[in-house]
């Protein structure tokens, strides 16, 4: 629970209204009651912030004069959010476990002879951390998490519940592996002889920077030879699957089904949105935006903003544009033949 005037100073923000005003809570403009705080970041929400309870309202300046209750002004309303939402989370002290994260090892964990456990770390019950593993000071191992030979989870990393780090996997300080992330899984490696698939051994392992999060359900594989590389503040969704040989650069963003398919390269400072894909043995500039369902079929050079795919429309019309699509070839020979200029339809 804050004053106004405490969670102002908090987040480092000027403010109106009562400086005594009790802040218990953090909640959107529709559902916050007179003892929350609220936030505005996109105008089309105006209307809430008219009608809104809420005691007071994270928004830019220029809401300032609309805003029926007090305001925390901020140059960035949902910047200043996220550094609110720590505030009023009860787990945020402990990497979103439990409160009151207990230090050791636990009854019931398995620490394996040769395994370096820091003395201020936790290893919950059920978690299992294999012999020439390494936990660093502050981390936090949850139950049923397994830590294999040769990892390393540095300071103040999480790992929830039931996440597999498989051998020679490296957590830089600060990480969060989320429940059931699988991290240096096998590579889909496999070379075609006479008597079908041969498999290619992943020797490799999977080197993660500082301050990266990785969403539920995703799979990072390790390298073949090299390690998979995935560099400072990246953050990854859930159900995720990046392929082995992968380099992704730092502050690069994620979202959810994304697949990177294995040895492509992606630049700093992306985001690639839900359901992108990626084939193989590209690359990716830095600061490029992928836009959702998008499919990356060749290296892209130049930073901006990049889709494929066909919008959403009514089932009828989307059937006769699709239809359309495979004439678009023979319909182009006829235009060239109509203008009189030769025809490079069939070039790459």
Request: a negative charge; one cysteine or more; proline letters at 3%.
């Amino acid at each position: 629970m804050y004053s106004l005037a405490e969670l102002a100073d908090h987040l480092g923000l000027a403010f109106t209204g009562d400086a005594q005003l009790t802040i218990s809570g953090l909640a959107s403009l529709r559902s916050a009651g007179p003892q929350d705080i609220s936030f505005l970041s996109n105008k089309k929400y105006l209307t809430q912030l008219q009608s809104t309870a809420a005691a007071a309202v994270i928004l830019s300046p220029e809401f300032a004069p609309v805003c029926p209750t007090a305001c925390l002004l901020a140059d960035d309303p949902y910047l200043a959010l996220a550094s609110a939402s720590r505030l009023f989370d009860p787990f945020a002290g402990c990497g979103g476990i439990a409160p009151g994260v207990v230090i050791g090892v636990a009854a019931g964990a398995h620490v394996a002879a040769g395994a370096h456990v820091h003395s201020q770390a936790a290893v919950a019950a059920g978690a299992v951390v294999e012999a020439t593993a390494v936990v660093e000071c502050g981390a936090v191992i949850a139950a049923g998490a397994y830590i294999g030979h040769r990892c390393k989870v540095g300071p103040d990393c999480v790992v929830h519940p039931g996440a597999v780090l498989h051998s020679n996997v490296s957590l830089g300080r600060g990480c969060v592996v989320h429940s059931h992330a699988v991290i240096g899984s096998e590579g889909f490696g496999f070379a075609r002889s006479a008597r079908g698939w041969e498999k290619i051994h992943q020797l490799g392992g999977v080197r993660i920077g500082e301050r990266v999060e990785i969403g539920a359900c995703t799979t990072i594989d390790r390298g073949t030879l090299d390690d998979t590389v995935i560099e400072d503040g990246v953050i990854i969704d859930n159900q995720v699957q990046i392929g082995h040989n992968c380099h992704i650069g730092a502050n690069t963003a994620i979202a959810g089904c994304t697949g990177l398919a294995g040895s492509s390269i992606v630049g700093a400072n992306c985001t690639l949105a839900g359901g992108v894909g990626v084939v193989g043995h590209v690359e990716i500039c830095d600061n490029v935006h992928v836009t959702g369902m998008t499919m990356v079929t060749r290296s892209i050079t130049r930073p901006g903003s990049y889709s494929s795919g066909t919008r959403m429309e009514e089932t009828a019309p989307w059937k006769r544009n699709a239809v359309r699509f495979s004439q678009l070839e023979s319909m182009a020979r006829r235009l060239a033949a109509l203008q009189g200029r030769p025809d490079h339809t069939t070039e790459e």
